[in-house]
């Protein structure tokens, strides 16, 4: 039962351009909700976070919007850069429990 | 200080042998996580603990899966026996008690051939 989904598996941007991952989740009772970045033979490190009482939090080039009506959170990435090639895992949690997470997308960001 | 630390990184067994992972947490951490990487399913939570305590192991797979946590710098992960389709990468994952984000270890890869 997938709670938390990203439909898209892959994302191919150029740099300097904005860079835009789609998160759906299913569980009303979510109330905290994570993006993780993930490089190859690492574990995810933590990006940004949103809890269900704001709709927008900024960090940097890094934006996460959280729709709470269409259960449907996105990271925004502006510019994006080659080093922000990763796999992005969106997550959500009921309050400080358990954080069920996405399929994760690929971004590529090409020079 | 040193983040959360598993062993070892990389597993190469045959189907049918017994395969233990182990993490210790970030210091002062009260809660850990074993999660599983696949192709097909992404990050799967198996289980958790909160102060060495298990809260939630519905995402183990079968009874060929256990997880323990005999004291707070120390978890064990076990299959037994294992087969070809254990085949992935398990994360350790630890939390303070303030707040909701994860501290993720390297991961160990598992091959079972």
Not at chain 1, 10 to 36: A, H, K, P
Not at chain 2, 24 to 41: A, E, V
Not at chain 2, 90 to 99: E, L, P
Request: charged share 20%; with cysteine.
């Amino acid at each position: 039962d997938q709670q938390v989904k990203q439909n898209s598996p892959s994302l191919s941007v150029q740099e300097g351009r904005i860079s835009i991952l789609n998160c759906d989740y299913t569980n009303s009772m979510f109330d905290y909700f994570l993006w993780y970045k993930k490089y190859p033979a690492e574990g995810p490190t933590f990006l940004i976070s949103i809890s269900s009482i704001k709709d927008k939090n900024e960090d940097g080039r890094f934006t996460v919007f959280l729709n709470k009506s269409a259960k449907h959170l996105s990271l925004h990435i502006v510019p994006s850069q080659p080093g922000d090639s990763a796999v992005y895992f969106c997550a959500a949690a009921p309050q400080i429990n358990d954080m069920r997470f996405g399929a994760g997308t690929r971004l590529t960001v090409k020079p | 200080d040193a983040g959360v630390i598993q062993s070892p990184r990389h597993e190469v067994t045959e189907m049918g042998q017994e395969v233990t992972l182990r993490c210790k947490p970030i210091s002062g951490h009260n809660s850990l996580f074993w999660y599983r990487q696949t192709m097909m399913r992404g990050l799967e939570l198996l289980i958790y603990f909160n102060n060495n305590v298990p809260i939630d192991d519905s995402g183990m797979p079968e009874d060929r899966f256990s997880a323990k946590m005999p004291n707070a710098s120390f978890s064990t992960l076990k299959i037994q026996p294992s087969e070809p389709r254990d085949s992935a990468v398990y994360f350790c994952a630890s939390r303070s008690g303030q707040g909701a984000t994860q501290y993720f270890g390297p991961g160990t890869r598992l091959l079972v051939l």
